[in-house]
DNA sequence: TTACATACGTAGATCATCGACATATGGTGG
DNA sequence: CCACCATATGTCGATGATCTACGTATGTAA
């Protein structure tokens, strides 16, 4: 019970803090955002989109169609944005707790 | 190819900062260290200390028999260290990427 | 015409974690 | 005396997010 949010799934809703964006942008955004560090597999992403509709942390706001195929826009839910910022103290907290001893870089 | 290290690994590795723990003590250690968020279940904490010897990141430094049961106390190596540490830069990285929008606690 | 970027999606496998169980001792409360 | 909890180590089956690899389609650059 001490499950969390993965990395993947974080920075897929970081990559939407600024702006609503369809699922292949994510994968760039987040790559972007990371220093190129997380590369989303389409495997988690679109697995990861339904999922996190399904929760309530973001939602369809745009359906474009491009080529005959539904091109949907996503953007963070107020729940999502609560979630994410929890979970981005968390995050700080822990790291806190390892980064006071040395201060020295890996 | 994102995968890192989950939450109880970390405290896990976290709890050792210290000093060598016995398996059980890490349970508490890491619970103390996480405010009471982080009870790491003994399915998963056996099978991390498994992995996590053979990955080369803790190591056993002390073997005590009590009741006829051996207790071995394990102690993070240098690599466990630095990988450590470079995991918490990264989640400060990534928490600073979330918080320094809305400076707003969640 | 081959290959890569864009773009959506599915399917099977992997693997850390979880919940439940098993076992044993020592202490505390009813 | 007996139930329960803390201490302590460990196994086993299930869950679930992620990964690799595949499939489809268009536009464009070499």
């Not at 993947?8 to 939407?16: G, M």
């Not at 745009?62 to 910022?85: K, P, Q, S």
Request: hydrophobic share 45%.
């Amino acid at each position: 019970m001490t499950q969390r949010m993965r990395e993947p799934t974080y920075f897929l809703l970081t990559a939407l803090l600024d702006e609503p964006l369809h699922g292949y942008a994510i994968i760039g955004r987040a790559a972007e955002l990371s220093g190129g560090r997380v590369r989303l597999a389409t495997g988690t992403l679109y697995a990861a989109l339904d999922r996190l509709t399904a929760e309530g942390f973001i939602e369809v706001v745009r359906t474009e169609i491009v080529n005959g195929r539904a091109r949907r826009y996503y953007a963070l839910t107020r729940d999502g944005g609560t979630a994410l910022r929890a979970e981005a103290q968390i995050m700080a907290g822990a790291a806190r707790l390892v980064l006071r001893f040395a201060g020295g870089v890996a």
